[in-house]
């Protein structure tokens, strides 16, 4: 042994007890790290699992930590409102740029706007056909909805994967000459309404939700729905039988 290893190790003695047991240490501070990061890494993963998931399973979302919410009913209701496919792409046709309805839609449209424009009715058409992801977005990021729970915000909005305008069938009008009535429960005093009232039937169109729906849904004087074709009809088929249901009691 030289002098100089001599030395070395003589200064290895010299280092306190502490600090010799510093690489053991640093292991369990390492395995700690890992715990913290696996934590982490998992609790991220879980949260973003479950935001992606939200368009597919808004029942996990919007039941979670909620008693009696959210709880799809017998007849297959999420908070009043009956489930709707999405209407593929090769049936819905353009009503104007950024807004479609579904082909079987668009003529009796067209018809009945026609007809409304030639007795003095500015009939104009707010939405029609909207993507579940869409429907989503308007359901969960709405800045009037912040403050309300699901079940409150269902009233005047479906949840994604339940609403009517999912299927393109659905219209919502306005008074081209009181937009200030847009979307609101006083569109029904406009001439548009009660022009709708008297004649959408005609063009096979029905208000989706009346005042007092057995749905449960507020009252959309606006939004009507096409019911002119076997295939509409399949579709609202459950929400018709629920309003018959409520005409016999
Ligand atoms: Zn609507």
Redesign the pocket.
């Known amino acids: 042994m030289s002098k100089g290893e001599h030395s070395e190790s003589n200064n290895f003695s010299e280092i306190p007890l502490a600090r010799r047991l510093s690489p053991s240490g640093r292991i369990s501070s390492s395995k700690f790290r890992y715990v913290l990061f696996g934590t982490v890494f998992l609790t991220l993963f879980t949260v973003f699992i479950s935001i992606n998931l939200a368009p597919n399973q808004s029942i996990n979302i919007l039941t979670k930590g909620r008693k009696n919410i959210g709880k799809i009913s017998k007849d297959g209701r999420l908070l009043g409102h009956f489930p709707y496919p999405e209407a593929s792409t090769k049936n819905l046709k353009t009503v104007y740029p950024g807004l479609k309805v579904h082909k079987n839609t668009f003529n009796a449209l067209a018809k009945m706007r026609s007809v409304a424009a030639s007795e003095g009715i500015k009939l104009i058409v707010l939405?029609g056909y909207r993507s579940i992801n869409l429907q989503k977005e308007i359901f969960y990021s709405n800045k009037s909805f912040r403050n309300q729970i699901a079940i409150e915000r269902a009233k005047v909005s479906a949840p994604p994967g339940y609403s009517e305008?999912s299927t393109g069938y659905?219209v919502?009008f306005g008074d081209g000459t009181m937009r200030d009535t847009d979307f609101e429960v006083s569109f029904e005093k406009t001439p548009a309404f009660l022009w709708l009232q008297r004649n959408a039937a005609k063009y096979h169109f029905v208000l989706s939700f009346p005042k007092g729906n057995p749905q449960g849904i507020s009252y959309?004087p606006?939004?009507w729905r096409f019911e002119g074709t076997v295939e509409a009809l399949r579709q609202f088929e459950p929400a018709n039988k629920l309003q018959i249901k409520k005409r016999l009691k």
Do not use: G
Request: aromatic share 14%; net charge negative.
């Open positions: 939405s305008h659905a919502d959309e606006w939004h």
